[in-house]
């Protein structure tokens, strides 16, 4: 079974020229030469944080991924390092639960929260000292 935030990846070329390693290096794009008549098929993840970036799982990786303790999710190599050096968890839903509140107060005419401790799109700028 399929586990929550997983995906497939698929390049079908059954019905299709196809291409070779040659015509990838041409055109300047990394990934799997896929030829005529094949199939590439590859598991994807979710990045938790609110990047939302969908990897395409390497099989070969032997490094650990990025894991947040704070909201036990799988997040993606760019926001683990930021993760590894403040120890902020950047949660897809607390950062729309903060853009959301903001617009909220906002609209009824209350004083805004504080801005997220990192640049989030809730954040608007000159309201923290
Ligand atoms: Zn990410
Ligand atoms: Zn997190």
């Known amino acids: 079974m399929m586990k929550q935030h997983e995906g497939i990846f698929t390049i079908d070329h059954r019905a299709s020229p196809?291409?070779?390693?040659?015509?990838?290096?041409?055109?300047?794009v990394s990934g799997p030469a896929v030829?005529?008549?094949?199939?590439?098929?590859?598991a994807t993840m979710t990045c938790g944080h609110a990047c939302g970036?969908?990897?395409?799982k390497n099989?070969?990786?032997?490094?650990a991924r990025g894991h947040c303790h704070?909201?036990?999710q799988y997040i993606c190599d760019s926001c683990?390092?930021?993760?590894?050096?403040?120890?902020?968890?950047?949660?897809k839903a607390k950062v729309a639960d903060h853009v959301l509140e903001q617009h909220f107060r906002a609209d009824a005419g209350m004083t805004p929260l504080l801005q997220l401790p990192w640049d989030a799109p809730g954040n608007i700028s000159g309201q923290n000292p």
């Open 70 to 72: 704070s909201c036990d």
């Open 35 to 42: 030829a005529e008549g094949e199939i590439f098929e590859a």
């Open 18 to 28: 196809g291409l070779t390693k040659a015509d990838l290096a041409k055109a300047g």
């Open 59 to 63: 099989p070969d990786r032997v490094r």
């Open 80 to 91: 683990a390092i930021a993760y590894t050096q403040d120890g902020l968890c950047r949660a």
């Open 53 to 56: 970036a969908i990897v395409i």
